[in-house]
């Protein structure tokens, strides 16, 4: 097809656009240059309008890695993550991370394709209702019947994906209507950016009133806090406010070992503001257990409906109920100078968080090294990498990873509870940093969900180094059994003590290193760093359960 001009989304002029190249060039000119993909019959036409396009696709091992990409992508990068699956089975494979995305508050938009049109109800190859199954798990699911609809779909999605609160969105495009011409001789017009939603006034001074008088106030934001897009915005706002803005993205909640003892100083605060964070299990559903007896609490909400329940479970408790985007509404709130004598309560905060004084002593089992001393490893190599990213996956290791590791730029595996994307989601942050020093660290268990794709990091040149401590077994589920059921009830827990990881990585074209104590794990971490290739560092550990830093808290499960 030949273009009047050289660029994606330009005016055709010896063929009419078809739905394919629509759909693509749109994409393009939203600024999508990356997408996550595995390919199938019905994306085909999508998969060639790429090319002209000059769209990147990132070619995946399995459909649910894709979607674990794309995640990654919009958090890491703040922009749109685009994964492109399949119908019926590849969609239906994809499903488990766009619950991730979801509650990770991350803008993905996930393409199917999809059975024709002309062939609904007619027992069409791999028809399925796929909106109705996706819907649960989106902010819009749509599938248009019409080369007509197929703009306005793409339109609404991308831009409910990106409205406040963020998240995934599904767009089914049926094959017949990829491969029809649409009648357009050029994409059209794009449209105007939504304005944002106004601001209660009175209520932005209500807030700054409550804010000025509180001596000892504590504001928690949710997991699209944590976002490196967001990170200069909230620094500004803790600067002008004087006190510390906590994002909590951990199914542990209070819980969550990187936010140290913070749970023990929560019921101290006489103000808790819920910027964005939802009032649910993590938060004791706002419980005075959790919360306090006497703390007023503030919500600042995009969605009405966590208003309400705010309004349901606090009760008398709510003093104030925002409906709007919180950095957006802290920002614009008229703040006097912090008040004084609050340095005192700043500095206790900042020392909880800093808590990592756990309720006994780490003692490793047979010799094994300990998971925190695996991690401070692990910690020593980033402080001095350039351009840090740490990745954390899920499981009883990946809290260890979490309370001793740091970076600048991280993911965990979120709100979800979900196990095994650590590997994915490395792989689409080096794409989007490729200067990145990359660093994944993973127990045995999650290994298993996705190791294969380090043939799509060796592909792709995403050179990441993914830290296995391995322990033999599934080690949050072994603890369970051990404390529920007691020790001779242990059943399905055990992995094999003849996996060699590293190896899969090294007979996938990586790099594959094993390490049994600090210092080999240290030059492990040196030698793949200088392969320039993706890497896998297998390292025996002790299983030991998940550090507790708060002694009125103990973790009930496994996430």
Not at 165 to 174: D, S
Not at 364 to 388: I, K, M, W, Y
């Amino acid at each position: 097809m030949k273009e009047a001009r050289g660029t994606a989304g330009a005016a055709i002029t010896e063929a009419k656009v078809l739905g394919s190249q629509l759909i693509i060039r749109s994409l393009h000119r939203l600024g999508v240059k990356t997408l996550f993909s595995l390919s199938g019959n019905q994306i085909m036409p999508l998969y060639d309008a790429c090319l002209d396009a000059g769209i990147r696709i990132i070619h995946v091992r399995h459909e649910a890695a894709a979607v674990f990409m794309a995640d990654a992508w919009a958090q890491i990068t703040g922009e749109l993550g685009v994964a492109m699956l399949t119908a019926a089975p590849g969609i239906t494979n994809g499903l488990a991370p766009l619950y991730s995305a979801s509650q990770a508050e991350s803008p993905v938009l996930l393409i199917s394709g999809d059975s024709p049109v002309a062939e609904d109800g007619s027992g069409a190859f791999q028809e399925l209702d796929q909106v109705s199954i996706t819907r649960p798990l989106t902010k819009l699911s749509l599938r248009p019947l019409s080369v007509a609809e197929l703009y306005p779909a793409l339109d609404s999605a991308v831009a409910e994906a990106l409205a406040p609160r963020r998240g995934p969105v599904h767009l089914a495009l049926p094959f017949d209507l990829l491969t029809a011409e649409t009648g357009l001789a050029e994409l059209p017009a794009a449209t105007a950016n939504r304005a944002a939603s106004s601001l209660d006034t009175d209520c932005l001074e209500t807030l700054a009133t409550l804010l000025d008088s509180a001596e000892q106030p504590l504001v928690l934001a949710g997991p699209a806090g944590a976002r490196p897009h967001l990170r200069s915005a909230r620094t500004a706002l803790e600067e002008t406010l004087g006190l510390r803005i906590i994002p909590m993205e951990s199914p542990r909640g209070l819980k969550d070992p990187s936010v140290g003892a913070l749970a023990e100083l929560i019921p101290h605060a006489d103000l808790i503001v819920l910027a964005g964070k939802c009032l649910d299990f993590t938060l004791g559903f706002g419980g005075t257990g959790a919360l306090g007896r006497d703390a007023r609490v503030a919500v600042i909400d995009p969605d009405p409906g966590m208003l309400e329940r705010a309004r349901r479970l606090l009760g008398e408790r709510l003093v104030l109920a925002i409906q709007g985007e919180p950095f957006a509404a802290l920002s614009a709130m008229r703040a006097a100078a912090p008040r004084a004598g609050r340095d005192a309560w700043r500095a206790r905060v900042d020392e909880a968080l800093r808590n990592r004084a756990g309720k006994g002593p780490s003692v490793p089992a047979g010799g094994a090294l300990n998971p925190r001393a695996l991690c401070e490893t692990v910690q020593a190599f980033l402080a001095c990498a350039p351009d840090p990213v740490l990745i954390c996956d899920g499981g009883e290791f990946g809290q260890w990873a979490q309370a001793f590791c740091q970076a600048p730029v991280r993911i965990i595996n979120g709100m979800s509870g979900a196990i095994g994307a650590g590997i994915c989601y490395a792989i689409a942050a080096k794409i989007a940093r490729p200067d990145a020093t990359v660093v994944v660290l993973m127990g045995d268990g999650t290994a298993g969900f996705h190791l294969m794709e380090l043939d799509t990091a060796v592909r792709e040149n995403a050179a990441v180094i993914a830290v296995i401590g391995n322990d033999l077994r599934w080690n949050a589920e072994h603890l369970i059994q051990v404390r529920t059921y007691g020790p001779q009830r242990l059943i399905g827990c055990e992995l094999s003590p003849t996996a060699r990881y590293h190896d899969v990585a090294s007979a996938l074209g990586g790099a594959g290193f094993a390490a049994q104590d600090a210092e080999s794990l240290g030059t492990a971490l040196r030698q793949a760093a200088c392969s320039g290739r993706p890497s896998c560092i297998n390292v025996s550990m002790a299983g030991e359960a998940a550090p507790v830093f708060s002694a009125s808290t103990q973790s009930a499960t496994g996430h």
